[in-house]
């Protein structure tokens, strides 16, 4: 079953989900149906969710609740209450009340890295490689590994990321531990094309596993600081710097039943199919897409070949552990390797790359049949030493988070 937050305004796995999760809008500052004109898609790129007044879709969701929620409580600060008895983790218990200007340059600019990492102890690495799987047959590879791939430098992404890069951008939300990123990307919806808000990232980026239920307040900000300026060189960005386009609130997650069951927060538990699904609006209410204001989305790739007829791989993330500082964008490039933490699960693939915590949940791009750019994968793991990362293969699970995220 794949996990579905309700509808609102790192680094880190499922079947349909057989009852309905609640999806609908609790915000109260966001743009409703009623508050603008622009609909360029026609009413059927609309959610249907949005046909429903905004007190009768509230009033629903609060009364679906395990426990009392009071927005403006919420709105207020209420959402720091991280007591198990309130910290909700099932389906259709993701909230997230838009929060106006919540998310200032401050905010942002301190936020922590939402690492994973696995020990040198939890990965048995081999002498020697086992033989390759056909391109064909992905499922020969389960329970490989391969020697642990050689240290590619992460390199910076060229500036500005608006005219670059612009589907890409950090996650932000808060957790108990405090307010951390992760990374990721604007991906294609085949229900609104040209006119996407889904933004794909790791799973241990919007829940916490095992141990844990939905982080809070989740933000993506896309081409986030488009020039790439360190802090060093620029300690104190302007709002309108760190966030080009603006900012976009997470109103519907999801992941998979396998994260949410087995994912820690260290080791590579949960790691065969750490991935995850937004959905978002603009806090500014414009009622504009993230893909129509950024003017970039990429497909996702739910049948990739086997490691063996992958080719070359683009890592791209905003790492922000020693020694980078969150503030810029940077790329490995590399052919993967094969890694198995579950034999029972899809091989992940691994890369040798030094970007660290931060950019977890950031785009693996590879070339498509047309040429162009897709996305294969995003970034979960790595080590302590941050000399590789790995990423789940996208397969049915997978498939079935992007399916439920579409349908809402």
Known sequence: MARIGGRSTGRRRGAIATTAATVLLLGLTACGPDDT????????????????????????????????????????????????????????????????????????REALDRERAVGPDEIDEPATPEPEAPADNPDADRGITDPQPAVVDALPAATPYSANSPAIGKVFMDTPAGTMVCSGA??????????????????????????????????????????????????????????????????????????????????????????????LVAEDGSGRSLEETVGAAYDISFDAPAVSGIGGIDVIGYPAADPYDGQGLFVCSDEPGRLSLDAAEPVMYRVGCTMTGGSSGGPWLTAGANGAQELVSVTSIGPFDSTWLAGPRLETEAREVFDEIRAG
């Open 186 to 279: 604007v991906v294609t919806d085949p229900d609104n094309p040209g006119r996407s808000n889904l933004v794909a990232t790791a799973g241990h980026c919007v829940h916490a596993g095992r141990d844990g239920g939905w982080f809070r307040n989740i933000i993506f900000v896309p081409a986030y600081n488009d020039r790439g300026e360190s802090l060093a060189a620029n300690p104190d960005p302007e709002f309108e710097e760190l966030a080009p386009y603006g900012t976009f609130w997470a109103e519907l997650v999801a992941t998979t039943d396998y994260w949410v069951e087995q994912g820690t927060e260290e080791g590579g538990n949960g790691a065969h199919q750490d991935f995850a699904m937004m959905r």
């Open 37 to 108: 004109d622009d609909n360029a898609g026609g009413d059927e790129a609309k959610n249907p969710a949005e046909s429903i007044p905004r007190e009768d879709r509230l009033r629903e969701l609060l009364d679906s609740l395990p426990v009392e929620i009071d927005p403006e409580l919420w709105e207020q600060g209420e959402w720091a209450n991280w007591d198990s008895d309130t910290w909700m983790r099932e389906a259709g218990q993701y909230i997230s009340v838009i929060i106006e200007d919540f998310w200032d340059a401050d905010r942002m």
